[in-house]
């Protein structure tokens, strides 16, 4: 009998050290190196070796570098795929890019669309113009950056329907946001993440730090796990900081969707 697959999920919620690297990737390593065989996925934050600066042009990374190789060897020592963004430079442009690495080797990027103009982040970086979309052990997988969450046009699920609207098939299975979103706006958070459960009746997770920035801004985590229909599977105290893992089903999703597949009444549309 054929298993249907489940996926572990570690969320990881913990402060930044500012523009600091090398000490960062050390904290994770240790924070991380218990999940060995505990995990498939390891979710961190939006500039998880940085915290979220703006000064793209110090400590801007080529995309082979030294924190996209310590993702490579995290991966393969943890035998867990990891995903978490960093700023790197390619072609003389900056990027907020978020890194796919998996244990076998493969590897793929999303550069954040959405770029949060309220903290310049368009006057530094350059946006991204594709999504993502990987397969990880049955599951289909969009992984998204922070202020994406806001946007529900490029989060959405666009489901592939026939002719006759008996049969669909959804693009992901799994939408994941990681990010750096300031505390005066952690019910924000919270309820867009809900919401992008529901209509695109998918799993989400969202991951945010804690702690305080360089620039003063406070952060609250509120990282939590979404089911499909919009139910809290499980989330963080605020400012905990806290590795938590979970397991997801592939049979719960379809089952669902199944019952309620408001998927063949969805519309279609092209982003441009």
């Not at 060897?73 to 900056?94: P, Q, R």
């Not at 990282?223 to 499909?228: K, Q």
């Amino acid at each position: 009998m054929k298993t249907s697959p489940q996926l572990r999920l570690s969320l990881v919620q913990t402060t930044l050290i500012w523009e600091n690297p090398k000490a960062n990737l050390e904290n994770f390593e240790s924070l991380l190196l218990p999940l060995k065989g505990q995990t498939d996925l390891v979710i961190l934050p939006e500039m998880f070796n940085t915290g979220f600066s703006m000064d793209s042009l110090k400590l801007a990374e080529p995309a082979n570098g030294l924190t996209f190789s310590w993702m490579q060897k995290m991966a393969k020592e943890l035998n867990a795929a990891l995903v978490g963004s960093v700023i790197t430079e390619e072609n003389g442009a900056f990027f907020n890019r978020l890194f796919w690495v998996d244990p076998d080797g493969n590897s793929d990027f999303y550069n954040k669309r959405h770029l949060f103009r309220m903290a310049g982040e368009h006057e530094h970086f350059a946006a991204g113009n594709k999504r993502l979309i990987v397969e990880y052990k049955g599951f289909k997988i969009m992984p998204l950056v922070c202020y994406d969450l806001r946007f529900p046009v490029w989060s959405r699920n666009q489901n592939k329907v026939n002719e006759t609207r008996t049969e669909v098939k959804p693009e992901y299975d799994l939408m994941i946001y990681v990010a750096n979103w300031p505390k005066p706006r952690t019910a924000t958070w919270s309820s867009l993440l809900v919401a992008r459960a529901i209509e695109n009746q998918a799993f989400v997770a969202g991951v945010n730090r804690v702690g305080e920035d360089g620039n003063g801004i406070e952060y609250d985590g509120a990282s939590a796990l979404i089911d499909p229909k919009g139910d809290v599977i499980s989330n963080f105290q605020l400012g905990e900081e806290a590795i938590k893992t979970f397991t997801i089903k592939l049979d719960d999703l379809n089952a669902f969707r199944e019952k309620f597949p408001v998927g063949l009444d969805s519309d279609g549309f092209e982003i441009y």
